[in-house]
């Protein structure tokens, strides 16, 4: 791409305005540093939500589907997935996914850093749970986290912002059948407001929470963190598409060549780069970023750049119910109760790590007569014992890294500005198979315990590639790994790199507070040791 038009310099240059993009944006722009934000996607204004739509249900398997093969939308970019076992979802706009997200946000255990010195698997984290304990709590105050604290399973953490969400009649049921097994739960963590929050109502329980909420309720990073980083100064550009991230003659990051939103072709010069594209359009980006200097992609000495995919694997079962007490399509989808009973490594099983159960709700009518109920006579029979009357038991499973499950780049796909399209192998290990076929057995029981009249196994998940993580992880070691424990990369010291890429291990729990908290943290490592970086 030749430059046409170069910028004014700025401090730092954020590639991917989502979750981590945006906390680092609000944090640097609060440190004083002149921050640009180039975001491919476009702001999407709350009357373009699905949810004000009576065809919401048409939408949310078309132009909202969580899949960009599906929508296909300009911002989107192709993913080809076909060599995956799981399917790649993800958003592309200000906000990033946030604004398909269901916001359950559990925070990793502390063993969950620690995982080859305590279980004999992957890779131990350079950095601790607290080490990131301050950015997660700052990340809640930030996001306005319903909870409650006190989980025995967990460590104690700052007092929540709102109370938990109120687990319903259905919530209890479930709460009621863990405690006759004797086996652990807690309401969920939750960045969706249980009462008003910092100028955002309280949620109002109506149910597709994945469609995004008008009043503000559950948090996106368009709507917490970036509006603050505007007032303090900051430039988010939309359908602004980052082509290739530059380098000097030195190897150091110089800036972005980029499309704009006209679709012209810009420089933007910067001090450093901070890469926030997520877990896989990050790897995608440093691996089309070659240069003289970089010949294997940029920040890949190692050879570790989308290295280490992993996504979470999830299992479960479904139960059905005649007395629940209310329709299960209303109320948050996925942010009722959780389950650590077998998040910790037990030798007396046959996979290492382990899951947390998520208790989820049914669906609207349209996917529930096409996702669940099989055609056929027995349609209508079928569709009046499913509708409103279904909780989902999810396992999410710690899926550890391995080399082979990687992302590269496809020699045949592009965007619609040419830069070529993901390619992603991916296979399920045999101890996540035995760690689901686990979850699968125990999430029977527990749904046996609450009473339902039917129960279906599902044992195995295809279409829940939404945690995208390890493509680019941390490490001291310069030779295994791609940035140091702050995000920054081992070969130009003023790159970094804040999404999930930078995870060694995944843990067994939805993985955005701990993106934010990690992005947070650079964010102050920047702020306060890279001082040379601001103008
Ligand atoms: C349906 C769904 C439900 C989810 N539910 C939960 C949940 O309950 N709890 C949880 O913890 N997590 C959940 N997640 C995951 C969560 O959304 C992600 O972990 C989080 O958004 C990742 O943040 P990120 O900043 O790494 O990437 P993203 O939020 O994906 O943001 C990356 C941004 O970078 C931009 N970008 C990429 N390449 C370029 C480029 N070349 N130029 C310019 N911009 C670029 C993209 O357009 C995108 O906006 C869910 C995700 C989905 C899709």
Known sequence: MTSVKTREPVDVLVMGSGASGAAVTWSLSAGGFKVVCLEQGPWVPPSSYPTNSADWQYLQRTTWDYSPNVRKLPADYPVNDEHSQIKVVMYNAIGGSTI?????????????????????????????????????????????????????????????QMPPLPLGPDGERMARAFDSLGWHWWPSDSHVNSTEYRGRQACNYCGPIGLNCDRGARASSDITYLPDAIKLGADVRPNSTVYEITTGPDGRATGANYYNSKGEQEFQPANSVVVAGNGIGTPRMLLHSRSRIHPNGLANSSGMVGKNLMFHVYAGATGLFNDLGSPTYRGPLANIIMSQEFYETDPSRDFKRGYTFQVGRGQGPAPTAIGNVPWGKNHHVEFDQRFGKTMGLGAIGDDLPEEINRVELDTKQTDRHGIPAPKITYRVSENSKRLLAHGVKSARKVLEAAGAHRIFENPFSTNTGWHLMGTARMGDDPGRSVVDRFGQSHDADNLFIVDGSVFVTGAAVNPTPTIQALALRTADYIRHERMDLKS
């Not at 010195?117 to 992957?122: F, K, T």
């Open 100 to 160: 398909h997200w269901t916001a359950h946000v559990p925070r990793f255990h502390p063993s969950d850093f620690r995982v080859k010195s305590l279980d004999g698997v992957a890779e131990d984290w350079p950095i601790s749970y607290f080490d990131l304990e301050p950015y997660y709590d700052l990340n809640d105050e930030m996001m306005g986290c319903s909870g409650i604290n006190g989980d025995p399973a967990n460590p104690p953490r700052s007092p929540r």
